[in-house]
């Protein structure tokens, strides 16, 4: 027998009879398996797209996080190196100004050669410079006394007392009684003698690389035989003790027990500090320089491995 789905309507005009088989109810079963499968299947996407609308909202708040964050280093990044910018333009400028300068100290020391490296310049000078200053304060240099006359040079000439002709071997500076004598370099009191004859009131000052300076005819002294003196440091004062036709101080300057015209070396400063090399003859000035600069350079190098192990320390 043949199954059939029949569906009746009743109405005012009588009732009417619709008949299925059964091919079309599986169909509406099916129908309804699908509607139902695919209303779950639409509940399912709408699920999984709101899950991902929550996602991406958590994302795009790490990245507006991030991009803040980025916002703000970059800010950062742009303040440093605007601090850096003008950093190096002030370590530009203070380099051009030392260059300036050592330039000036350059021609003061009369190096020709300022084209190369900042540092080898500096270096260089370092050591010219400080060669000439320890030479200058080392060997005697400048005045003994300060806003003196000279009245008497050095060479033959016919004593002014005795009235005998003979080699003068030093300096006189015409000072009143009672001038400040000043140590010409550094050096140690050799020689501290009294006395009314002769030189008088006689001062020896032993300094390096063979030389030495006396100071005579003083009135008193104002230091003691072994005393370690400075150039500059006041030594005594001076008079018109012994042989002398009136107040002044005579200044001489030897070189291992010979005599040298002071004048010189009362004019040598490091403006002119070759000069000095033409002008005294007899002594090896450039053995001398050689020793000097060793010196020198030996205690830079030690000065600036101190400085770095300093550094290091402090690091």
């Known amino acids: 027998m043949t199954e059939r789905v029949v569906v009746s ?33 639409i509940v399912g996407v709408i699920y999984y797209l709101l899950d991902e609308v929550d996602f991406a909202k958590l994302k795009q708040q790490e990245l507006e996080s991030k ?57 260089t000078a370092a050591i010219t410079s400080s060669v000439r200053m320890m030479m200058l304060n080392q060997i005697p240099s400048g005045f003994p006394v300060r806003n003196a006359r000279i ?77 370690f003196v400075q150039k500059g440091d006041l030594i005594a004062y001076s008079g018109n003790s012994g042989l002398s036709s009136g107040p002044h101080l005579h200044y001489e300057i030897r070189f291992i027990g010979r005599s040298l015209d002071p004048i010189p070396f009362v004019d040598w400063t490091i403006n002119n500090f070759e000069s000095i090399f033409d002008k005294v003859r007899g002594i090896r000035w450039e053995s001398l320089v050689n020793k000097v600069e060793l010196r020198v350079s030996s205690q830079l190098q030690l000065s600036s491995q101190r400085v770095v192990q300093l550094a290091a320390s402090s690091g």
């Open 67 to 123: 991009s803040t964050s980025l916002r703000e280093e970059v800010a950062s990044l742009r303040e440093l190196k605007f601090t850096l910018e003008n950093d190096l333009i002030e370590r530009e400028e203070k380099i051009n100004l030392v260059s300036y300068r050592l330039s000036d100290l350059e021609k003061v020391l009369g190096m020709n050669d300022s084209e190369g490296e900042l540092e080898s310049r500096l270096n």
């Open 9 to 41: 309507i009743s109405s005012i005009h009588g009732t009417r009879y619709f008949h299925f088989d059964k091919w079309f109810h599986r169909f509406l079963k099916g129908f309804g398996y699908f509607f139902v499968f695919g209303v779950l299947t």
């Open 151 to 227: 009245s008497s040079g050095y060479g033959r000439r016919k004593h002014p007392i005795t009235g005998k002709t003979s080699v003068h071997r030093g300096q006189d500076f015409a000072v009143n009684i009672g001038t400040p004598v000043y140590a010409s370099a550094d050096g140690v009191v050799e020689v501290i003698r009294s006395s009314g004859k002769g030189s008088g009131n006689f001062l020896r000052l032993q300094h390096n690389y063979g030389f030495c300076s006396s100071y005579s005819h003083l009135q008193r002294f104002k230091v003691k035989n072994g005393d």
